[in-house]
């Protein structure tokens, strides 16, 4: 690439989307690109995200980190999934693990079988056939290690410090190059010809010029939606927690290789187990539920000494209508807000980025393509994102509370009730538009959610009835058995960051 059509990227914001973006453009553009990250010291972070889905490990290859490194840098514990406590009706729970459910026949998926086997009266729970829940039950954990332990195909992410991981990032990046400013910006100056942006001016006259721009300003959204007047696209009618309040405590008695969802009167709190302490917060609508008795029912449900007091964040869901404008592209909560219901933020951050590096051009002449099919293409991933997340909260069975009766009688995305419609007849999900959640994740969600289907797919009648329950049995007892042979979560945490003295007692 010659110098005059050399690629020079300025990144507005730090943190952890900042960051990724920064270590990413590093590792891939570094030796054809001029990398400058602006963040102030004065401006704090979310830093709600804390919990990953599996996709992470393709930002940790790509990257090149050693997963014990990361485990010990970000204070990381293991995640099998999410355990929704309370969301159907008080006193129920599912846990939506990662990886598959059970074993299918040939063609047969294995949802069919089971559906079948139930109207025989020889099925057990869903969960029942998924090594994750089984292992996740237990609080064991494992992955595949040269002694060959039994966790070889647990499908995993992690739980971790967001502030830690961002300084990981921070370090990684400078180490290849990345020009750190601190500072912070008063303005933004744009071509008078085209509207593209052109420099940041920060505080103390200075200025940061350059021929991209990436905004991880947070809410602000200071370039996309502030500068490039990038209007919003508003999802509260469908997700109208307006709230969130977060704190940290001590580890608790348990430490789950999984995140925890508890649904309230009003929303819903999690729990996020990490090595040195645990994540909390309590999300919830502030139009049925005041600060003050949400603080109240977060204080009473948490699992360890409090370490701060809850800390409100304010936030509507929602995106902005491009999240590439001129020559400038939005990554996390400057490109819109999802709530992190199903732990989606880090990833949303790389696949914006991924998706960026797959389409900017060579030379930034003309941007119209790659910029409309970048905007397509993330509008259809959060959207089918945002039908999953809306999915926990139509599909309640708490009837005569304010808030989940207003969820359970909101009108649907059509994406999201057609999706449900084809699920209520037969147990069937197709994929769309390459979106993130695949089969068992929609299957686990909808029967845990209590959307059963009402009958099941002629392939699994070339079964013999009689053969059914014991395949469904041998499955669940091989998973059990093999979850039995794993060690400890908390002892295998505590080997692998070198801390043996807090493994399980």
């Known amino acids: 690439m010659s110098e005059e059509s050399r690629l020079e990227f300025v990144i507005a914001g730090g943190g952890t989307a900042g960051w990724i ?37 393709n930002l940790l290859i790509g990257l090149g980190l050693d997963q014990t490194e990361f485990l010990r840098r970000t204070n990381a514990s293991f995640k099998l999934g999410i355990e929704f406590a309370d969301w159907l009706r008080p006193g129920e729970s599912y846990i939506h693990s990662f990886g598959t459910v059970g074993r299918g026949v040939g063609l047969i998926p294995f949802r069919q079988l089971w559906l079948r086997g139930r109207a025989l009266g020889v099925a057990g729970d869903f969960g029942d056939y998924s090594f994750n829940i089984a292992a996740a039950r237990q609080n064991r954990f494992a992955f595949a290690q040269p002694q060959g332990l039994a966790g070889a195909d ?41 509207g593209d942006i052109t420099t940041l001016r920060l505080e103390g006259e200075r200025r940061v010029a350059g021929n991209f721009f990436i905004d991880c300003t947070g809410f602000r959204s200071l370039l996309l939606g502030d500068t490039l007047d990038v209007p919003h696209t508003d999802w509260t009618n469908w997700l109208p927690c307006d709230t969130a309040l977060a704190m940290p405590t001590a580890s608790g008695r348990h430490f789950r290789p999984y995140t925890q969802s508890i649904a309230h ?10 090595q040195h302490r645990t994540g909390n917060g309590h999300v919830f609508c502030s139009s049925f539920m005041s600060v003050d008795e949400a603080s109240a029912i977060l204080l009473a449900n948490v699992d360890g000494e409090p370490l701060a007091d809850p ?12 999240y590439w404008s001129h020559n400038c592209v939005a990554l996390g909560l400057s490109a819109g807000f999802m709530e992190p219901l199903e732990s989606t933020s880090i990833h949303l951050v790389q ?14 002449g003309d941007l119209e ?33 304010p808030f989940w009766d207003h969820c359970r009688s909101m009108q649907l995305p059509a994406t999201l009730a057609d999706k449900i419609a084809l699920f ?42 009689q053969d059914i329950g014991p395949f469904l049995d041998s499955l669940s007892r091989a998973y059990q058995a093999r979850a039995d042979s794993l060690p400890k979560h908390a002892d295998f945490v505590a080997q692998l960051s070198g801390h043996p003295d807090q493994g399980a007692a």
């Open 351 to 364: 696949s914006g980025i991924g998706r960026l590096l797959n389409l900017l051009p060579r030379d930034l």
């Open 265 to 274: 009167k009003a929303g819903w709190q999690w729990r996020i187990p990490l």
């Open 311 to 322: 800390r409100p964040i304010r936030f509507g869901a929602g995106h902005r209508r491009e």
């Open 369 to 401: 393509t790659a910029r409309s099919t970048f905007n397509r293409l993330s509008v259809a991933e959060w959207e089918r994102v945002r039908d999953f997340i809306v999915l926990h909260y139509a599909a309640n069975q708490r009837v005569g509370e």
């Open 154 to 194: 647990l499908a995993y992410a992690y739980h971790l410090d967001a502030t830690l991981f961002a300084q990981m990032l921070r370090d990684y990046a400078t180490e290849r190059g990345v020009s750190r400013v601190e500072g912070r910006i008063v303005g933004v100056e744009r071509d008078g010809l085209n």
């Open 21 to 57: 973006a920064a270590a990413i453009l590093a590792r891939f553009l570094g030796d054809c690109a001029s990398i400058t990250l602006v963040e102030s010291d004065e401006i704090g972070t979310v830093g709600v995200g804390e919990a990953t889905i599996p996709q992470i490990h």
């Open 424 to 465: 209520r007849e037969a147990g069937l999900f197709m994929r769309e538009d390459d979106e993130l959640f695949l089969d068992d994740s929609w299957g686990q969600v909808m029967i845990g959610q209590g959307i059963v289907p009402q009958g099941w797919s002629p392939l699994a009648d070339n079964v013999p009835a």
